[in-house]
């Protein structure tokens, strides 16, 4: 066991002296893991508010009743499911939107008599009884909602419900910590009375063993199903999987380039002090006590990074839990995450992974360390002339590296045996691997090439630094490297969101063909299921514009044993009234015979193919469908179905619609139309109401918002890239504060050190920039070949933005250019007779 | 050439050299000699523009170099200075070529075949393209000599030149730092603490304390 004292003296000493470096290193591990952190804790509270919202008011209960289809269903099932199971709540919801906010709330009508437990008030004074059953509007809210935004009891707020809006007044606040944050109580009856909901119920939530499950099950009709919680729950969270699988990802390469950072530092200190280490070791000390002497500087750098890292991954998870919370609601079904503070365990979790990552940085360093003999000499290039003979093996293994990583991303495209994209994952980290044991050999090469041409140019300078480069070629490929990984990640997620936009863009044209939209304005998400009222239909109908209205309606259903979206829309209507130049010509064939058209992620997930037959879930029982087409949505990420809404009548008796597509009449003006709309409609009805171009628009803008996170993730790219030339230059010049003194001696300027630190980091800046395009294609190619394709299934036609990733490349480039002054100014700060007369 | 009229200079509050004076012509061939601590590296500092005395004046071809401002001085040692140390200090990581090169480069000057005469001079044609850790000591300083010379500098300061090889390679170099300055016509100071140094020297000059003994 070393001593602390021994510590003290050798490893906080030389931290205390490379203060810079160390902070770099400790900044570096910090955006890692900050980033990884605040991926997951928005994952995690989208999970929880999943969870949270299936688990329901009634946290113990352990089986749901509710519609196939997912819509409220007729209530007189409540009373033989009591007869078999007292332990039974019936339950309305309704997710409402607060448009002064712009916030979503749940509003869940229950039995307040029967679960009277869950409204417990707040205080004494948080509640008015008598006004909560008297006055049909009145709502009790959740203290943390309360809090959140400033509303408090007797306050009224106004609400879109459905396609309306409504008046809430607040009752009372609760104080209960097993309800979901945005949890929103009202009284059943008067939920069904206020929101003309009379007669139906959402689901209703039970407390039951397998058998009076069982004889529950057999009393229902074909519409209904009894679930367990943790299969819903199973259910939902695979909706959340890809994407958090994709953002934790990307976020592991930050890390990654943290790894390459602390490995730096930790190498440089024992380069630095070789001679040092010689003499411990000629004093008796171990080969054991010097590789936990450097492990004891990495794990310190990596605690401190990591305890710093909570502080910033606590500002990720702040910004990941609004995209996370925008995508799912937009993707899937509104979801509300209040919750953002990063929890002890989420802290433990990254000061572990932080540690763990300072470990395996700082081993190979360490191990070096240990094999420094007691006589060890000041000799230049020990460890480098050592790799030197490494090289061959290096390019080899890198190489089938490299072969490995695409060979399982293309088995993973071929066979996608997991249900997230494991292999390309794998692949990716296999081709970085490759990457970079290649990096070396790659460096030299372009040393070689560049050298000639260089010394004439830059004389002295580009002599020298192409020498000092050459002798310290595996220190370069580190800082090569960390440019190399952040060049490859930024161009393959700007290609992988350029590809996606202009894939997005002609599907645009494709299917947004009407002249007008209409939603209710309640809903957030791309896909409503909570129907229009007749009324507004029939009004939309009457007006002498209209040429035709295509009614869609969106339910869930059942595939395979998960929750997909299935659309059935109007294909006569879409048919008749597409006009021409607007392409429209989706769905043919689709209305004859009992045919559906399928995603392409339902088609990749279960290997469906055009003419096969899926079997769904009807009212009336197991339905054939042949698959007709196979087509791309970017509207969902849980798989889609697409179908005439003939069979929507005959199959599951509706005749609603949740949106509407309406088709004008040749020359009618569209502005003008909705205006006219939106008066008859004022005062009675919320709706969203958009013409074509704003629809399109608005697509647009979901997609931006949703790819921000990414956007994000780029500039922390550039920013861990730009430390990483950093450190490796400043190591360079703490390591070369004698080779700079002799210049100083030889006559060489100020200017011409700079000139030398400015021209390494534009070497490596412009080499890393090449192998992270090479690396950077390829990793795009998995991206949206595989990766995309089996978590979302969209299709994304491969396009390089040329102009865009010219822009970053030169944007990427000064900044590691950049990293070039930064050293020298600490050059300069080098006293040369201190590192001659020192001898 | 070169004029040292009354230089002081401390470091913080130790008097390292006490009112210096010292007259250098061209061809002359010094060798100061002194104890550890004696102050005979501060003043070949001071004399190749590394340092500026707090006092006094350094007067090279008629010029005080001691009011020069640092790019100055810079190109006073770039253009007039050719150092040799003890410890060689070549660069490591370019070539015996290239090392000797270097001076020539820093004024902005190729003239490849002055470098390989040079390298052929001290001895060494055929190292060319070796790098400084695959040579010996006695090789590396032959480098350093031509280094020091390669860019026809008027004053060659050789700090402890020999210190750290063996008497018959320190003879071999001190043999050839005489004959090359004295071909070339170089002024040379040669800072020792070898009294038998002396011998190459026309003139000694003994420091003690900070003082020249003549």
Same mark, same amino acid.
């Given at each position: ?235 939902? $969270? #695979?909706?959340?999987? !890809?994407? %958090?699988?994709?953002?934790? @990802?990307?976020? /592991?390469?930050? *890390? =990654?380039? +943290? ?124 460890? $480098? #002339?050592?790799?030197? !003979?490494? %090289?061959?093996?290096?390019? @080899?293994?890198? /190489?089938?590296? *490299? =072969?490995? +990583? ?136 009457? @007006? ?296 | ?214």
């Amino acid at each position: 066991m070393i001593s602390l004292k021994l510590i003290r003296l050798f490893i906080l000493k030389n931290i205390r002296n490379e203060k810079f470096l160390t902070v770099l290193s400790i900044v570096g591990v910090a955006l890692g893991i900050g980033l990884f952190i605040g991926v997951k804790v928005a994952s995690d509270r989208a999970l929880a508010s999943f969870e949270s919202d299936i688990r329901g008011l009634s946290q113990n209960t352990d089986y749901e009743v509710l519609d196939i289809s997912g819509i409220d269903f007729n209530e007189h099932i409540y009373r033989d499911i009591l007869d078999i199971e007292g332990n039974s709540y019936p339950i309305l919801r309704v997710n409402g939107y607060l448009s002064a906010i712009q916030e979503s709330i749940s509003i869940n009508g229950i039995d307040t008599v029967k679960a009277a437990r869950l409204v417990q008030p707040a205080g004494r004074k948080a509640y008015d009884i008598e006004d909560f059953y008297k006055n049909l509007s009145s709502i009790l809210i959740t203290k943390g909602l309360s809090d959140k935004y400033s509303i408090k009891k007797g306050d009224i707020i106004e609400c879109l419900v459905y396609d309306k809006k409504y008046s809430l007044k607040i009752a009372g606040i609760l104080d209960s910590k097993t309800l979901p944050a945005d949890a929103v109580i009202m009284d059943i009856g008067n939920f069904q009375e206020y929101f003309n909901r009379t007669g139906y119920l959402s689901r209703i939530d039970l407390t039951a063993d397998e058998k009076t499950s069982r004889e529950i099950r057999r009393i229902l009709p074909p519409n209904l199903s009894i679930e367990r919680k943790e299969e819903l729950l199973k259910n939902r $969270e #695979s909706v959340v999987t !890809s994407f %958090r699988y994709n953002l934790q @990802f990307i976020s /592991l390469i930050a *890390i =990654l380039v +943290g790894i390459f950072l602390l490995y730096n530092t930790v190498f440089i200190s024992v380069v630095k002090r070789r001679t040092e280490i010689g003499v411990l070791r000629g004093l008796g000390a171990g080969q054991k006590t010097v590789v936990t002497l450097f492990l004891v500087q990495g794990l310190i750098v990596g605690f401190v990074g990591s305890m710093l890292g909570i502080a910033v991954g606590q500002i990720a998870a702040y910004f990941s839990v609004l995209a996370v919370e925008r995508t799912i609601s937009t993707m899937y079904s509104t979801i509300s995450i209040s919750e953002y503070l990063i929890t002890k365990g989420d802290a433990l979790s990254a000061l572990a992974l932080g540690l763990l990552v300072s470990l395996i940085a700082s081993a190979i360093p360490s191990y070096e360390a240990s094999k420094i003999r007691p006589n060890e000499s000041l000799k230049e290039g020990t460890f $480098e #002339s050592k790799y030197k !003979s490494c %090289r061959k093996p290096f390019v @080899f293994a890198g /190489l089938s590296l *490299i =072969l490995s +990583g695409v060979v399982v991303s293309c088995l993973d495209y071929r066979y996608a045996p997991f249900d997230f994209p494991f292999l390309a994952y794998m692949g990716i980290l296999f081709i970085i691997l490759g990457f970079t044991l290649i990096s070396p050999f790659y460096l030299s090469v372009i040393l070689r090439i560049a050298r000639k041409p260089a010394g004439r140019i830059f004389k002295a300078t580009g002599r020298i630094t192409f020498g000092d480069m050459k002798g310290n070629i595996y220190r370069f490929s580190v800082a090569l490297m960390s440019v190399a990984i952040s060049s490859a990640l930024i161009i393959a997620l700007l290609t992988l969101i350029f590809s996606f936009r202009h894939s997005l863009a002609s599907w645009i044209n494709r299917n947004i063909a009407a002249d007008v939209y209409i939603k209710p304005a309640s809903c957030t998400s791309n896909f409503c299921f909570y129907p229009l009222s007749d009324e507004v239909i029939s009004l939309v109908k009457s @007006f002498p514009e209209v040429a035709g209205v295509d009614k869609f309606r969106t339910l869930h259903l059942e595939l395979f044993g998960r929750k997909v979206v299935a659309g059935f829309g109007d294909i006569a209507v879409q048919r008749e009234f597409t006009r021409a130049g607007r392409n429209g010509e989706r769905n043919r064939g689709l209305e004859y015979g009992k045919q559906v058209s399928i995603s392409n992620y339902l088609s990749t997930k279960y290997g469906l193919k055009k003419g096969d037959v899926i079997a769904l879930q009807t009212p009336e029982g197991k339905e054939k469908f042949t698959i007709n087409d196979t087509f791309s949505s970017y509207s969902t990420t849980s798989g889609f179905i697409y179908m005439d809404r003939k069979w929507l009548r005959e199959y599951w008796g509706l005749d609603d619609a949740t949106q509407l597509a309406v088709y004008l009449k040749e020359g009618v003006d569209t502005g003008r139309f909705i205006q006219g709309l939106k008066q008859a409609l004022s005062g009675k009805y919320a709706l969203e109401i958009m013409n074509n171009n704003n629809l399109r628009k608005k697509v647009i803008t979901i997609f931006n918002k949703t790819f921000s996170i990414t956007y994000a993730i780029e500039l922390i790219s550039i920013l861990v890239s730009l430390i990483g030339v950093l450190n490796t230059l400043l190591a360079l010049v703490i390591e070369r504060k004698r080779e700079i003194s002799i210049i100083r001696y030889l006559g060489g300027s100020w200017d011409q050190i700079k000139q030398m630190l400015v021209l390494s980091a534009g070497i490596v800046g412009i080499a890393g920039i090449v192998l992270g395009t090479v690396m950077g294609f390829l990793i795009s190619v998995i991206f949206i070949q595989v990766i995309n394709k089996i978590s979302f299934g969209w299709e994304i036609h491969f396009k390089i933005p040329f102009l865009y990733l010219s822009i970053v490349v030169l944007v990427l480039f000064l900044t590691t250019l950049s990293a070039g002054l930064l050293p020298a100014k600490v050059a300069r700060k080098i006293d040369p007779m201190r590192f001659i007369s020192f001898e | 050439m070169i004029k040292l009229i009354d230089v002081h200079k401390y470091y913080g509050d130790t008097h390292v050299l006490k009112g210096i004076n010292l007259d250098v012509e061209k061809g002359d061939f010094i060798s100061i000699t002194g104890s550890s601590g004696s102050g005979k590296s501060t003043l070949l500092n001071l004399i190749g523009g590394m340092d500026r005395p707090d006092r006094g004046s350094i007067l090279v071809a008629g010029e005080d170099i001691s009011s020069y401002k640092d790019e100055q001085l810079t190109l006073y040692r770039r253009e007039r200075i050719g150092f040799i140390f003890q410890f060689f200090n070549l660069l490591p990581n370019i070539t015996v070529f290239e090392n000797v090169q270097m001076p020539l480069l820093l004024n902005s000057l190729e003239e490849e075949d002055r470098v390989s005469e040079y390298i052929k001079r001290v001895g060494l044609a055929g190292k060319e393209a070796s790098y400084p850790y695959q040579l010996s000591g006695g090789e590396q300083q032959r480098v350093a000599v031509a280094r020091a010379l390669i860019h026809d500098p008027e004053i060659i300061l050789a700090d402890e030149p020999i210190g750290s090889l063996d008497s018959r390679t320190g003879i071999i170099i001190m043999d050839l730092i005489k004959q090359l300055a004295e071909e070339t016509h170089k002024a040379v100071i040669l800072v020792t603490h070898e009294h038998y140094l002396s011998n190459y020297a026309k003139r000694e000059i003994k420091i003690k304390d900070g003082v020249l003994l003549q």
